[in-house]
């Protein structure tokens, strides 16, 4: 039998399934798809974000959700063409539903779906204005008392929130929040961000003073607009600061900052929150219909309670409050904790001059910046990538498509790379006592990342002054109490400390629904981030997706957003089209809303 050339299989296949979708034959379509497929759904069929796993779970999908998605035109994507290696033919695909326009990726393995990923790039009817829609800015003609565009922006910000209510708050204005009220803005969806600090950018201008980004520069980009071409590599964290506040000025988002929530509740009756701030010493009463929480993952402190921390007498602060190294020249500084906030605080005192300990209590995973760079990341974001071809916007979907059942089989190899790289780097720190791990699976970072939020190094110098004991380390010890001059630890070591530093990192997200809503609503939606991959601080049962995550709660009108840069790009995509579809009052029903089973 003649073997057909890619692009042929992917329309055979295509067509197929296009066949047997609009002629509503879920067993026809089942059929298409390999034992072991999976199916990622961003928002088309599900109104969720939603992996199948298996043809039992994407036949209960399409028999729940077939019906009024009615998709069709499913087709290799304009311009693209598929390809095949490895026994895997793969190809970009666009289709439609009544509602949306979609764009998505599929891999067969034995001429059967084995990854499909549907995303929603648009709602019919309600487009971005771009391109050749983009607004003419300029109102040609005469006219008598128009207004200019500053004068419309000024009348815009001095009614929303006030005269007229937004149809969205946002509470918390890091990248998070300011990406997603950018895509809100270009779906013309009225929104309001509530900050509490000063200006956009702050909650990294805050955060200790070595601090840079970890991530590099093409991992980074918000969305609508890439850094620049000679952005560096990693952002010092001032620069990122002044990248987001340009980005909420130029993205004319509406930005309330020094304006704190002070709480919020939800009727049911109305279907609408009231959310109360206090800007300029003033409370204000907002009412919106959906009320989006991206006060930060990496921003609920959690503070250890140790006995003697009352009467200790030098300074003491979790890593999120460590106002840099400055006047510690000299002092004896105890870091307790060992993940990326302790290295890099334990990094710029001992640069300061301060004489610094380390205490670590668990294993920790570590990564070289360069290994990860080169070998985990540089296929779809580097230079390399961008000079191949690749785009930010495919580099996301590629990312996407990977379904985390089986993400972790393919960063092993990847961690095993690294590790015989960097074999001798891992032991010298061993033998300084440092405790390593690579992920309970040996699936290294970004796994941990996903899993847990925590757990590791991205290591950018600290590593080696703790191998050659630059930076003293005290490992598989816990601290037992604090004196008023030293730090005791459960080993018995007594470490003199003028300086304390708790980099113990940060809560789950939902204790800022608890502080801001209520327990009972916090309980509601249960924890936040992680996938149930039953490893440590991931607890099972297996989720599928993050939980919680840019995705409806079990609370109606509560969302979450956030994450690192990419993924807040990459998912404001989402949330934003979810609550677009809302306000026009679009039917979104949700498919598998995610079950509860943490509450922290
Ligand atoms: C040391 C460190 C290094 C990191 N490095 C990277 C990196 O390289 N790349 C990366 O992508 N991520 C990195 N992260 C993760 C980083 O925290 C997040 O990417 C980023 O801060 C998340 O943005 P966010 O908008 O979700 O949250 P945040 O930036 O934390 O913003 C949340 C905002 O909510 C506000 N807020 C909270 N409660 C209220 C309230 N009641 N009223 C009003 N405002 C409120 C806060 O003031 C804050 O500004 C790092 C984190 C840490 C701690």
Same mark, same amino acid.
């Given at each position: 039998m003649l073997d057909k050339a890619p692009n042929g299989k992917v329309s055979d296949l295509l067509n197929a399934l296009d066949k047997g979708?609009?002629?509503?034959?879920?067993?026809?379509?089942?059929?298409?798809?390999?034992?072991?497929?999976?199916?990622?759904?961003?928002?088309?069929?599900?109104?969720?974000?939603?992996?199948?796993?298996?043809?039992?779970?994407? &036949?209960?999908?399409?028999?729940?959700?077939?019906?009024?998605?009615?998709?069709?035109?499913?087709?290799?994507a304009d311009g693209e063409d598929a390809s095949e290696a490895?026994?895997?033919?793969?190809?970009?695909?666009?289709?439609?539903?009544?509602?949306?326009?979609?764009?998505?990726?599929?891999?067969?393995?034995?001429?059967?779906?084995?990854?499909?990923?549907?995303?929603?790039?648009?709602?019919?009817?309600?487009?971005?204005?771009?391109?050749?829609?983009?607004?003419?800015?300029?109102?040609?003609?005469?006219?008598?008392?128009?207004?200019?565009?500053?004068?419309?922006?000024?009348?815009?910000?001095?009614?929303l929130g006030y005269s007229r209510q937004p149809y969205c708050v946002i509470v918390g204005g890091g990248q998070g929040g300011i990406a997603l009220a950018a895509r809100l803005r270009q779906l013309d969806v009225p929104t309001i961000i509530i900050e509490k600090n000063e200006r956009p950018g702050d909650s990294w201008r805050k955060r200790y003073k070595s601090l840079c980004l970890h991530d590099p520069v093409w991992y980074d980009h918000l969305p609508y607009l890439p850094f620049p071409r000679n952005w560096p590599v990693f952002s010092p964290k001032d620069k990122i600061?002044?990248?987001?506040?340009?980005?909420?000025?130029?993205?004319?988002? +509406?930005?309330?900052?020094?304006?704190?929530?002070?709480?919020?509740?939800?009727?049911?009756?109305?279907?609408?929150?009231?959310?109360?701030?206090? &800007?300029?010493?003033?409370?204000?009463?907002?009412?919106?219909?959906?009320?989006?929480l991206a006060?930060?993952?990496?921003?609920?402190?959690?503070?250890?309670?140790?006995?003697?921390?009352?009467?200790?007498?030098?300074?003491?602060?979790?890593?999120?409050?460590?106002?840099?190294?400055?006047?510690?020249? +000299?002092k004896k500084a105890v870091v307790i904790g060992s993940n990326n906030s302790a290295h890099d605080i334990c990094a710029a005192l001992w640069e300061a001059g301060a004489d610094v300990t380390m205490v670590q209590r668990s294993t920790t995973h570590i990564?070289?910046?360069?290994?990860?760079?080169?070998l985990g990341l540089a296929s779809l974001y580097s230079e390399q990538?961008?000079?191949?071809?690749?785009?930010?916007?495919?580099?996301?979907?590629?990312?996407?498509?990977?379904?985390?059942?089986?993400?972790?089989?393919?960063?092993?190899?990847?961690?095993?790379?690294?590790?015989? &790289?960097?074999?001798?780097f891992y032991k010298r720190l061993e033998k300084a006592g440092f405790l390593l791990d690579y992920g309970d699976d040996d699936s290294g970072l970004f796994m941990k990342y996903l899993r847990r939020g925590s757990g590791y190094y991205i290591d950018v110098g600290a590593s080696e002054l703790i191998a050659n004991g630059s930076i003293k380390l005290k490992s598989g010890v816990d601290v037992k109490k604090l004196t008023e001059h030293t730090v005791i630890l459960s080993d018995g070591t007594e470490l003199p400390a003028d300086l304390v530093v708790y980099a113990t990192g940060y809560g789950s997200m939902n204790g800022w629904a608890a502080d801001l809503i209520s327990r009972e609503v916090a309980n509601k939606v249960g924890k936040?981030?992680?996938?149930?991959?039953?490893?440590?601080?991931?607890p099972g049962p297996w989720e599928g997706e993050q939980r919680n995550m840019w995705k409806p709660t079990q609370q109606e009108a509560l969302w979450f957003h956030g994450g690192n840069l990419h993924q807040s790009r990459h998912y404001s995509q989402f949330l934003s089209l979810q609550l677009k579809a809302r306000m026009e009052g679009i039917a979104t029903p949700v498919y598998g809303l995610q079950e509860v089973h943490h509450l922290s």
């Amino acid at each position: 039998m003649l073997d057909k050339a890619p692009n042929g299989k992917v329309s055979d296949l295509l067509n197929a399934l296009d066949k047997g979708l609009s002629a509503g034959e879920v067993e026809h379509a089942v059929d298409l798809f390999q034992t072991d497929c999976y199916w990622r759904d961003l928002v088309t069929f599900t109104w969720n974000i939603k992996t199948m796993e298996g043809k039992e779970q994407v &036949r209960d999908m399409l028999k729940a959700r077939l019906a009024d998605t009615k998709p069709s035109n499913w087709k290799i994507a304009d311009g693209e063409d598929a390809s095949e290696a490895d026994g895997i033919t793969e190809s970009w695909i666009q289709f439609e539903t009544e509602v949306a326009r979609g764009f998505g990726h599929m891999r067969l393995r034995d001429g059967r779906i084995w990854t499909l990923l549907t995303t929603m790039s648009e709602l019919k009817g309600h487009e971005e204005a771009v391109g050749f829609d983009r607004p003419m800015g300029a109102k040609h003609g005469a006219e008598r008392n128009r207004t200019t565009w500053k004068e419309d922006r000024e009348a815009e910000a001095a009614e929303l929130g006030y005269s007229r209510q937004p149809y969205c708050v946002i509470v918390g204005g890091g990248q998070g929040g300011i990406a997603l009220a950018a895509r809100l803005r270009q779906l013309d969806v009225p929104t309001i961000i509530i900050e509490k600090n000063e200006r956009p950018g702050d909650s990294w201008r805050k955060r200790y003073k070595s601090l840079c980004l970890h991530d590099p520069v093409w991992y980074d980009h918000l969305p609508y607009l890439p850094f620049p071409r000679n952005w560096p590599v990693f952002s010092p964290k001032d620069k990122i600061g002044d990248w987001l506040e340009m980005y909420t000025k130029v993205m004319e988002i +509406n930005y309330w900052g020094s304006t704190e929530c002070k709480k919020a509740s939800y009727d049911e009756k109305s279907r609408e929150w009231t959310v109360v701030v206090q &800007r300029d010493g003033k409370e204000i009463v907002l009412k919106p219909k959906q009320l989006v929480l991206a006060t930060g993952m990496s921003a609920k402190p959690s503070m250890p309670k140790f006995e003697g921390m009352d009467i200790f007498k030098g300074d003491q602060h979790h890593s999120s409050q460590h106002p840099g190294p400055d006047k510690y020249k +000299n002092k004896k500084a105890v870091v307790i904790g060992s993940n990326n906030s302790a290295h890099d605080i334990c990094a710029a005192l001992w640069e300061a001059g301060a004489d610094v300990t380390m205490v670590q209590r668990s294993t920790t995973h570590i990564v070289r910046s360069d290994s990860l760079m080169e070998l985990g990341l540089a296929s779809l974001y580097s230079e390399q990538a961008v000079q191949s071809g690749m785009t930010t916007a495919k580099a996301d979907l590629i990312f996407a498509s990977l379904p985390y059942k089986i993400l972790h089989e393919f960063q092993i190899p990847v961690y095993n790379a690294i590790r015989e &790289r960097d074999a001798d780097f891992y032991k010298r720190l061993e033998k300084a006592g440092f405790l390593l791990d690579y992920g309970d699976d040996d699936s290294g970072l970004f796994m941990k990342y996903l899993r847990r939020g925590s757990g590791y190094y991205i290591d950018v110098g600290a590593s080696e002054l703790i191998a050659n004991g630059s930076i003293k380390l005290k490992s598989g010890v816990d601290v037992k109490k604090l004196t008023e001059h030293t730090v005791i630890l459960s080993d018995g070591t007594e470490l003199p400390a003028d300086l304390v530093v708790y980099a113990t990192g940060y809560g789950s997200m939902n204790g800022w629904a608890a502080d801001l809503i209520s327990r009972e609503v916090a309980n509601k939606v249960g924890k936040v981030w992680g996938l149930g991959s039953n490893t440590t601080k991931d607890p099972g049962p297996w989720e599928g997706e993050q939980r919680n995550m840019w995705k409806p709660t079990q609370q109606e009108a509560l969302w979450f957003h956030g994450g690192n840069l990419h993924q807040s790009r990459h998912y404001s995509q989402f949330l934003s089209l979810q609550l677009k579809a809302r306000m026009e009052g679009i039917a979104t029903p949700v498919y598998g809303l995610q079950e509860v089973h943490h509450l922290s």
